[in-house]
């Protein structure tokens, strides 16, 4: 239904304007499709940023997701241990909710806010939440790491790494191969060379 506005007597020379219902429902449905637009894309960026980011760092190491195969080669490393287990660059939790689940007090690190709260939720789930625990780090903002661990790491511990070796450090065991390669350094080692 359309109106006509009333003319105005000084604007003598204007013509009317009309205001259909269906211009102003038009209107609507662009602000409404904009809206839409504008927050999935604020969405993605959210959910995407921390992923992608770390990429744009100095020193890139991206998410991959820890494979079967690599777990059972890092349980395999720590077979007739017991303990804590830290993991630095703990990703989506995988081997810290596996040590959890044989015994170890385990903590993992990660950039990554998403990876850290998917973690939380899976080791909850699993029933370790209590033995798994996750927090929101840093890493490149620590110390070197390798003189880190050096200095705070008790003679009898174990560091393991995975797909990334120490560069400086030379392993006492390796297990695996390719990309599920584990590289285990025994803290007497890398001590007795400082």
Request: glycine fraction near 8%; aromatic fraction near 10%.
């Amino acid at each position: 239904m359309s109106k006509i506005l009333p003319e105005d007597s000084r604007t003598g020379n204007i013509l009317p304007l009309i205001v259909t219902e269906e211009g102003a429902t038009q209107k609507k449905c662009g602000l409404l499709v904009t809206g839409i637009i504008g927050g999935t894309l604020v969405a993605l960026y959210t959910v995407a940023a921390p992923f992608i980011v770390p990429a744009l760092r100095k020193h890139c190491l991206p998410f991959v997701p820890a494979t079967s195969k690599q777990v059972e080669n890092v349980l395999s490393m720590l077979k007739g241990r017991n303990g804590s287990l830290v993991d630095i660059g703990s990703g989506d939790g995988r081997i810290v909710i596996a040590a959890a689940k044989v015994g170890f007090k385990a903590v993992g690190y990660e950039l990554n806010p998403w990876l850290v709260w998917y973690s939380r939720y899976h080791a909850w789930r699993e029933g370790v939440h209590q033995d798994a625990k996750f927090y929101i780090s840093d890493l490149w903002k620590m110390l070197p790491l390798e003189e880190k661990l050096e200095e705070e790491l008790q003679l009898d511990a174990r560091v393991i790494a995975c797909r990334f070796p120490f560069p400086c450090w030379k392993p006492n065991h390796s297990f695996g191969e390719g990309i599920d390669t584990v590289w285990a350094y025994d803290s007497k080692s890398f001590r007795m060379k400082r």
